[in-house]
């Protein structure tokens, strides 16, 4: 299959609106989206993604007026935080309506609906005929795409179509929240904090991890994600000096161990998020064995930034 790359969201949307499979830019990462109404389209997200058919999708919306599309039933808790968060980095899960295949929602009764800030994926939503199913436009299990060449690396000629565009400017997966439950849940840590949540709910509960056997309510709760081919170390303590014969790298908000062949020292929680996934792909091209990740604070998008080191490293 060739790939077309394209900086134009009609032509792309030209391929959703025909069952094609067209990776995107948002806020977050890339996404990698399909007409959400057409079942044999998404199981072309799964096949190129090599994702299990449990891992439910999200669903994109281009505005929150078009949510009920996709989802009904939607309480007052979801509504305060549609008024406070959309558009923008943050997926709700609600009750899903006739209109979402189970492919979508990995048989649940709910689906998860996002509204993204990003301008040129604002503008591919509103060409297509249908709300897009996307997930995160990588190999699964691998780093998240920030940027379309990590997208063409992972999928070139396994997709139609890649819309290119600006790299992510946050760089994590979307803040999902379940309000198909009293007190919602929140399921998955991002860009929009649990602080900022509970200003909006506050009676807010945090989730644990999906159980085995267990149908996860959203991506990133049961599968290991978001791993380089190198191993992972998470650093609260760091090391004075690494191996000098061993290739490590590292990656954190303090000043690194001596001996790192590859370091990234950043200046806020916010950059830690922005550069994490990209920094693992150089690490990987450059053969990097081990990288020492630096534990953010649990505050913020810290909290994001930890769940994702956490899962990279297979805890």
């Known amino acids: ?67 009920d599309e996709v989802a009904s039933g939607i309480n007052n808790h979801a509504l305060a935080l549609i008024a406070r968060f959309f558009p923008g980095p ?31 994926a604002a503008e591919l939503l509103g060409h297509c005929n249908h709300p897009v199913a996307a997930p995160s436009a990588n190999v699964s299990g691998r780093p998240s795409s920030t ?30 929240v379940d309000c198909t439950v009293d007190p919602p849940l929140l399921l998955r840590s991002g860009a929009v904090s649990l602080e900022s949540l509970l200003q909006v709910v506050p009676d807010l509960q945090v989730a644990t991890t999906c159980k085995p056997g267990e149908t996860p309510k959203s991506p990133g709760m049961k599968y290991r994600h978001y791993s380089p081919e190198a191993s992972i170390v998470l650093v609260v ?47 990987d091209a450059e053969g990097i064995r081990t990288i020492y990740c630096e534990l953010p604070p649990e505050t913020g998008i810290g909290r994001a930034i930890r769940d994702r080191l956490f899962k990279a490293a297979g805890k």
């Not at 048989?107 to 990003?118: A, E, F, K, N, Y």
């Open 1 to 67: 299959m060739q790939t077309i790359v394209t900086d134009l969201p009609e032509e792309a949307a030209w391929f959703l609106n025909r069952g094609g499979i067209v990776a995107f830019p948002t806020e977050t990462v890339y996404g990698l989206g399909a007409d959400a109404f057409r079942p044999e389209a998404v199981a072309g997200i799964f096949t190129a993604k090599g994702r299990p058919a449990d891992n439910p999708l999200i669903v994109h919306v281009q505005s929150p007026d078009r949510i």
């Open 90 to 120: 943050l997926t709700l899960v609600l009750k899903k309506n006739g209109s979402v295949p189970d492919i979508v929602s990995a048989g649940l009764p709910t689906v998860g609906v996002r509204c993204p800030s990003h301008p040129v």
């Open 147 to 176: 940027d379309w060449k990590a997208v063409y690396h992972d999928l070139g000629g396994r997709i139609d179509c890649l819309l290119r565009g600006a790299p992510s400017t946050i760089g994590l997966e979307s803040t999902i």
């Open 237 to 283: 303590e760091s090391p004075k000096a690494f191996d000098p014969g061993h290739p490590t790298a590292w990656i954190g908000l303090s000043a690194p161990p001596e001996g790192a062949a590859r370091c990234m020292v950043c200046l806020s929680p916010e950059e830690y998020a922005r550069v994490l996934f990209g920094f693992f792909r150089t690490c």
